[in-house]
């Protein structure tokens, strides 16, 4: 006698074919980024490692003179070994940010699944080849600084490509709500790179490294043998990817959609599109005022992702591990403010709009955050989300719904060709503010914290200012379309 066929199958077969395929899309780009990210969380757990506090662990068992860091690895072992751990920091950040612009272009003329499955095989390569400086005992600075270079210029590969493959499959219409959700494979990486470094730190953090190198390999294998880059590969319908407008105003969603669809007849080979260029990409509207606004809020976002646990430790007397818990609020409070966003945006239409808002109040919750967020432990939890919420809410939807608006954007009149190279473009330039963000804040810091957040502060006004002509834009077509509506 034959079993019924398994609940879940009878789901999947339940499903519109279109429906199974959106799925598994994001289902597979959700795991590709949250491994690149899990890939990059063990520099920051092994560090205490590589400079530990070596009078807790007992007596100098070489005894030789050096009896205060005989434990640390060498080179690391110096009293500059917070510079040399900012200089491994800084390598893989410029490099991610200068290998970003070139990354997109590379993306729009490759098939993006080669691109992206070969970039996460090279990302776990780099990443094992740091752990295992451990096994094959290198003390050399220069090796750790170039596997760090090397690493950074590979794992531009993922963003683009993973953005590009959702932006193929949907359309606008709840874009921001998808994406500001599928968003928090941001975090949830962050969070499995945590507790997989944390296995093996103590005893072969070399481990630390190889086994998320072992894991970005197997998602990027993965992802070559089942993603599919374009609905019309698999004879799915594309998604409408934004409306056509007229003298009166945006048509309706019934209206024709950028791409013409022949439901009666069979599908032709259209003709290729050709990649866009740089410049190109730069004239798309939007493109560099939404550049220059992430730059500023990935500067405030980094910031915090560096710094914030040593702040706790600082301010609020936190043991180590208490604050690097506490501090993974703020974590938290991004991923509902990723989602908060997506679904504001969706609903108003004004994706510039709602990025201003949660600017503008954050500017002042970092502001309270500083004076009185230490004043208890329900006090800072409760600060910590609004403030995670606010400074990544906007991140969040540039970085996702915003990228893939502007990269099937109407001037391009439905070549989707751009979505790679706009994406880069955009989260390349906010990559250099993560890059100045943190550094910024260790020159100032022994200034003193209050002027580490008035950095921040000045940063997010900067932000806000920055989009004020696209909000003045989107606050115009609310304006003509209510008009429209009265019969003015």
Wanted: proline share 5%; glycine share 12%.
């Amino acid at each position: 006698m034959r079993a019924a066929l398994a609940p879940g199958v009878r789901l999947l077969r339940a499903l519109p074919r279109d429906s199974r395929y959106r799925g598994l899309t994001l289902v597979l780009t959700f795991l590709s980024y949250t491994s690149y990210h899990l890939s990059r969380k063990p520099i920051s757990i092994v560090k205490s490692q590589l400079h530990p506090n070596c009078s807790a662990l007992g007596p100098n068992p070489h005894n030789d003179s050096n009896s205060t860091t005989w434990c640390s690895w060498a080179p690391f072992d110096g009293d500059n070994y917070k510079e040399l751990f900012g200089a491994l920091d800084n390598a893989f950040l410029v490099a991610y940010a200068i290998g970003m612009f070139i990354s997109g272009i590379f993306g729009e003329r490759l098939p993006l699944r080669y691109y992206l499955s070969g970039g996460m095989v090279l990302s776990g390569l780099f990443t094992s080849l740091f752990g295992l400086g451990y096994f094959w005992d290198i003390h050399v600075l220069w090796y750790f600084i170039i596997v760090q270079v090397c690493n950074g210029l590979v794992q531009t590969t993922g963003w683009p490509a993973v953005v590009a493959c959702v932006g193929n499959w949907f359309g606008k219409g709840k874009r921001g709500l998808i994406m500001g959700i599928w968003n928090s494979h941001t975090s949830v990486g962050n969070i499995l790179g945590s507790l997989i470094a944390g296995v093996w730190v103590s005893s072969a953090w070399g481990l630390s490294f190889v086994v998320p190198g072992i894991v970005i390999t197997a998602v990027g294998i993965i992802c070559f043998f089942f993603l599919v880059e374009y609905p019309e590969d698999v004879d799915c319908s594309p998604p409408l990817h934004h409306v056509i407008t007229s003298n009166e105003g945006p048509l309706s969603l019934s209206g024709q959609s950028s791409v013409d669809h022949h439901s009666n007849s069979p599908k032709e080979p259209a003709e290729e599109p050709e990649a866009i260029s740089f410049l190109g990409a730069l004239r798309i509207p939007g493109v560099v005022e939404f550049s220059l606004c992430l730059l500023f809020a990935k500067l405030v976002s980094y910031t915090f992702l560096y710094w914030l646990p040593l702040y706790i430790v600082n301010l609020a007397h936190f043991g180590a591990k208490e604050a690097g818990d506490l501090s993974t609020l703020f974590d938290v409070g991004g991923i509902l403010g990723g989602i908060f966003a997506g679904l504001i945006s969706d609903y108003t239409g004004g994706r510039a709009t709602t990025c201003c808002v949660m600017l503008v109040v954050a500017a002042p919750m970092l502001f309270l955050y500083n004076h009185v967020g230490q004043n208890g432990i329900g006090t800072s939890i409760g600060m910590l989300i609004i403030c995670g919420a606010l400074v990544n809410g906007p991140y969040a939807l540039i970085t996702t719904a915003v990228s893939a608006d502007l990269g099937t954007h109407e001037s391009l009149k439905g070549n989707a060709k751009a979505l790679s190279t706009v994406t880069a473009i955009i989260d390349g330039t906010g990559s250099v503010g993560a890059a100045l963000g943190p550094l910024l804040a260790g020159l100032i810091s022994p200034t003193g914290w209050n002027n580490v957040f008035y950095m921040l502060i000045a940063a997010d006004v900067l932000a806000c200012l920055l989009l004020a002509r696209v909000v003045v834009k989107e606050a115009r077509g609310w304006c003509g379309h209510m008009a429209r509506q009265r019969g003015y």
